[in-house]
């Protein structure tokens, strides 16, 4: 059973159009997010969305949105897309707002390699 | 604001050598800390956690990780490398507490076995 599942794994498209990555998981976390991996494998929080509140990085476009129709999924939806958005996109989860360490012990899916041409 | 510096973006270890992934926090606050690995075009795996409790923490796979306030560092060893060890290895900390429980992550430490 995967516990953290992203689809589609590999995204090939061009700049300017319009992409979505889906997220499910089935741990019954109530926290998930999204992280870009860059090209020299850097990792950085992009969202948190944690029993319907986000927390949005200033630092990302608002060109990205990320979408929540239910605890469970947390979907990416990537407007005009450009050349640097390039990269390994990483769903998580945990178990947020339930308090202690745990809010932070994270689990990641396989990641969705986006690549704009 | 919470943050991780590993130490060396390359390691090469014979296999059966002594593995020592080196991570140093700057926290705030008391911070939790994190091991993850990513074995190619895969995503990340914990391979262990500290979370106040015991300074010295097992993990998966023989590893282990000691938290030393005092050197503000929590350095990742493993006795003894496999093949299979070789990965690209992530310290983390947990983030402000505005960050929805986000992690802020090191920039990764590419571990190489050889025979």
């Known amino acids: 059973d995967t516990a953290v599942s992203q689809t589609p794994k590999y995204l090939v498209t061009q700049m300017g159009n319009d992409k979505s990555i889906k997220c499910e998981q089935n741990?019954?976390?109530?926290?998930m997010y999204w992280y870009k991996q860059d090209s020299k494998k850097f990792l950085k929080i992009m969202f948190s969305y944690n029993n319907k509140e986000l927390i949005i990085n200033e630092t990302v476009p608002n060109r990205f949105s990320p979408k929540s129709p239910d605890k469970a999924h947390l979907n990416l939806h990537i407007n005009s897309l450009e050349l640097g958005d390039s990269a390994v996109y990483f769903c998580?989860?945990?178990?947020?707002?339930?308090?202690?360490?745990?809010?932070?012990?994270?689990?990641f899916g396989p990641g969705t390699r986006l690549t704009v041409t | 604001a919470q943050s991780v510096t590993q130490l060396g973006s390359h390691v090469s270890v014979s296999e059966g050598a002594l593995v020592l992934l080196r991570c140093n926090y700057s926290?705030?606050?008391?911070?939790?800390l994190f091991w993850y690995v990513q074995y190619p075009n895969q995503g990340l795996q914990l391979l262990l956690k500290y979370t106040s409790a015991a300074t010295l923490v097992k993990g998966i796979n023989g590893f282990e990780a000691e938290f030393k306030k005092s050197e503000t560092s929590f350095h990742l060893t493993k006795p003894s490398a496999h093949m299979s060890d070789a990965a690209e290895y992530f310290c983390a900390v947990s983030g402000a507490s505005n960050s929805g429980y986000a992690l802020n992550f090191g920039k990764g430490t590419s571990l190489l076995v050889t025979p």
């Open positions: 998580a989860s945990s178990h947020g707002a339930s308090g202690g360490p745990s809010s932070y012990e994270q689990y």
């Open positions: 741990l019954g976390h109530d926290t």
């Open positions: 926290s705030s606050v008391p911070p939790y």
